[in-house]
């Protein structure tokens, strides 16, 4: 079993940067990729970013390429997400998920609870 717990969300101004933060626990947590996800009122869930269990070698939906940025901290565990040039239409709740590497949510088998991300001026 994996648990994960989100961090960081708020409420920002556009054009502003957030990190947030995903820590997965568990025995086998380190053998999965995480992805990041959100879901925006009334819309579907969105693939946001990937990186593998290994390495840093990121997938990011074309949505985001360019402003969103994911890593892993150096004791390899916690994985970012880097937003910079916050849109009112990124508010969203965030989501982080461990599972297999893709873009696809139903690649990933674990979930976090979500963290809210409100940009408003």
């Known amino acids: 079993q994996v648990q994960l717990v989100e961090s960081g969300g708020g409420v920002v101004k556009p054009g502003v940067s957030l990190t947030l933060s995903c820590s997965p626990s568990g025995r086998t947590a380190s053998s999965y990729a995480i992805g990041w996800f959100r879901q925006a009122p009334g819309k579907e869930r969105e693939f946001l970013a990937a990186?593998?269990?290994?390495?840093?070698?990121?997938y990011y939906a074309d949505s985001v390429k360019g402003r969103f940025t994911i890593f892993r901290g150096i004791a390899n565990s916690t994985v970012f997400l880097q937003m910079s040039s916050l849109k009112s239409e990124d508010t969203a709740v965030y989501y982080c998920?461990?599972?297999?590497?893709?873009?696809?949510?139903?690649?990933?088998?674990?979930w976090g609870q979500g963290t809210q991300v409100t940009v408003s001026s």
């Open positions: 998920a461990a599972g297999r590497y893709g873009a696809t949510a139903s690649n990933y088998n674990y």
């Open positions: 990186i593998p269990n290994s390495g840093n070698t990121a």
